[in-house]
């Protein structure tokens, strides 16, 4: 059976690219601006708050993880509040990869690790255009024992600890994005995939991108009527079904071309399409080139 997260992932090439520990104590607050960038917390002892690009706060607390594949505007602060009139705190560095925040000298009750990763795949904004927003998961075993091998490898500062690390958080990226279940996930692929409803559908999809779907057709896939459909998978996956299926078309088109696997004609039948025409005429103005273009400019 195809699995539509873990051809996203596959195509995604996650991978640990930055990470700090930061021990935290008393009250603080900072702000980030992270462009863009994936950005990841695991939370190892105590608890903090997270606000991302206005939402409303998050509680994080031990053993939690959080996943935002693209941030923007992010601010960390302690649950005990900060006065309002007190500056941002700013990180002191303890050794290298490690940071200290809020009071220097009482006792820390925050640890956490975080950072940004990075995504290899030169299409990363259109494949994080099928993830959630945010990716927040709590009380899933598999993690917390990914977790605990963080924090002990911490600790311990064994050899090749570096090496360790970067590995483990790249599972953990990994696991984040395929857990469901216990997840608070915005509207993206996971949210869909945890409607046994819409699996079926986005199964199929993935499973067949030559057939010349409908959303008549991917309703009764589903077990659904057209307008139930519609408005359930455009609520959890953030999409309508068609601009979803669109989405993953081009997604495998654009890994098919920088492989140099086909031609333009072999290529748009194999993502759906009757002719090369066509095909171009969608890949041009949803990726902003032409085929060929795109191709030989991935080569050079």
């Given at each position: 059976?195809?699995?539509?997260l873990?051809?996203?992932?596959?195509?995604?090439?996650?991978?640990?690219?930055?990470?700090?520990?930061?021990?935290?104590?008393?009250?603080?607050?900072?702000?980030?601006?992270?462009?863009?960038?994936?950005f990841?917390?695991?939370?190892?002892?105590?608890?903090?708050?997270?606000?991302?690009?206005?939402?409303?706060?998050?509680?994080?607390?031990?053993?939690?993880?959080?996943?935002?594949?693209?941030?923007?505007?992010?601010?960390m602060?302690?649950?005990?509040?900060?006065?309002?009139?007190?500056?941002?705190?700013?990180?002191?560095?303890?050794?290298?990869?490690?940071?200290?925040?809020?009071?220097?000298?009482?006792?820390?009750?925050l640890r956490?690790?975080?950072?940004?990763?990075?995504?290899?795949?030169?299409?990363?904004?259109?494949?994080?255009?099928?993830?959630?927003?945010?990716?927040?998961?709590?009380?899933?075993?598999?993690?917390?024992?990914?977790?605990?091998?963080?924090?002990?490898?911490?600790?311990?500062?064994?050899?090749?600890?570096?090496?360790?690390?970067?590995h483990?958080?790249?599972?953990?990226?990994?696991?984040?994005?395929?857990?469901?279940?216990?997840?608070?996930?915005?509207?993206g692929l996971?949210?869909?995939?945890?409607?046994?409803?819409?699996?079926?559908?986005?199964?199929?999809?993935?499973?067949?991108?030559?057939?010349?779907?409908?959303?008549?057709q991917?309703?009764?896939?589903?077990?659904?009527?057209?307008?139930?459909?519609?408005?359930?998978?455009?609520?959890?996956?953030?999409?309508?079904?068609?601009e979803?299926?669109?989405?993953?078309?081009?997604a495998?088109?654009?890994?098919?071309?920088?492989?140099?696997?086909?031609?333009v004609?072999?290529?748009?039948?194999?993502?759906?399409?009757?002719?090369?025409?066509?095909?171009?005429v969608?890949?041009?103005?949803?990726?902003?080139?032409?085929?060929?273009?795109?191709?030989?400019?991935?080569?050079?």
């Amino acid at each position: 059976m195809i699995d539509p997260l873990a051809e996203v992932v596959t195509l995604l090439q996650p991978g640990a690219r930055f990470s700090k520990v930061v021990v935290g104590a008393g009250p603080w607050r900072v702000r980030r601006s992270d462009a863009g960038q994936p950005f990841y917390c695991v939370v190892l002892e105590g608890a903090c708050r997270l606000e991302v690009d206005g939402r409303e706060p998050i509680e994080l607390r031990s053993g939690d993880f959080i996943l935002i594949p693209a941030a923007y505007g992010v601010a960390m602060s302690s649950i005990a509040p900060l006065p309002a009139e007190a500056p941002e705190s700013l990180p002191v560095a303890l050794a290298a990869g490690e940071f200290r925040i809020g009071d220097q000298d009482g006792p820390a009750d925050l640890r956490m690790l975080l950072g940004h990763c990075s995504f290899g795949s030169t299409d990363a904004g259109l494949l994080v255009s099928l993830l959630p927003q945010i990716v927040h998961v709590r009380g899933e075993p598999r993690l917390a024992t990914l977790v605990q091998l963080v924090r002990d490898e911490f600790r311990e500062r064994r050899p090749a600890r570096e090496v360790i690390l970067a590995h483990l958080v790249e599972v953990l990226l990994i696991e984040a994005l395929r857990s469901t279940a216990g997840t608070a996930a915005s509207p993206g692929l996971v949210r869909g995939l945890a409607d046994e409803r819409l699996a079926v559908a986005i199964r199929r999809m993935h499973e067949s991108p030559t057939t010349a779907w409908t959303v008549a057709q991917l309703a009764k896939e589903a077990a659904l009527s057209r307008s139930a459909f519609f408005a359930r998978f455009s609520r959890a996956v953030g999409a309508a079904p068609m601009e979803y299926l669109l989405a993953w078309r081009m997604a495998l088109a654009k890994n098919m071309l920088r492989r140099n696997e086909s031609g333009v004609a072999e290529i748009a039948e194999r993502v759906g399409y009757g002719s090369a025409s066509a095909f171009s005429v969608a890949f041009t103005r949803h990726v902003g080139l032409p085929p060929v273009r795109y191709a030989r400019e991935q080569m050079e």
